[in-house]
């Protein structure tokens, strides 16, 4: 069964930068999509961004405004997000997801997920 654990974060002051990673095991990596979901405390789970099989496509929540850049390493079954210009309400604890196996759409859908890592906290804060 496909596992998936998150690292990278941390305290970052505004204006900052993080990089997470989501290294995955237990399955064949490239057979899943793989997103990244973020929550704030007394918010609902949010989707990020999404990245396809091939990681030659994928999506971000537009509130994110380009700051944000997702890729995969499928030799090394993991997944990367690159946070930029880090802002306050960016902070929270970001998770890992994978969709159901073989599975070729994006989502930013929590629903769509199968798999999830436990996450990993990033605070944005001076």
């Known amino acids: 069964q496909l596992q998936l654990v998150e690292s990278g974060g941390g305290l970052v002051q505004p204006g900052g930068s993080l990089r997470l990673s989501c290294a995955a095991s237990?399955?064949?990596?490239?057979?899943?999509?793989i997103a990244w979901f973020r929550q704030s405390p007394g918010k609902e789970r949010e989707g990020v961004s999404c990245?396809?099989?091939?990681?030659?496509?994928?999506i971000y929540a537009n509130s994110l405004k380009g700051r944000f850049t997702i890729a995969r390493d499928n030799a090394n079954s993991t997944v990367f997000l690159q946070m930029n210009d880090l802002e306050p309400e960016d902070t929270g604890v970001y998770y890992c997801?994978?969709?159901?196996?073989?599975?070729?759409?994006?989502?930013?859908?929590?629903?769509?997920?199968?798999?999830w890592g436990k996450g990993t906290q990033v605070t944005v804060s001076a």
């Open positions: 990245i396809k099989r091939s990681g030659q496509s994928s």
């Open positions: 237990g399955a064949t990596f490239d057979d899943y999509v």
């Open positions: 997801a994978a969709g159901r196996r073989l599975f070729i759409g994006c989502s930013l859908s929590s629903g769509s997920m199968y798999y």
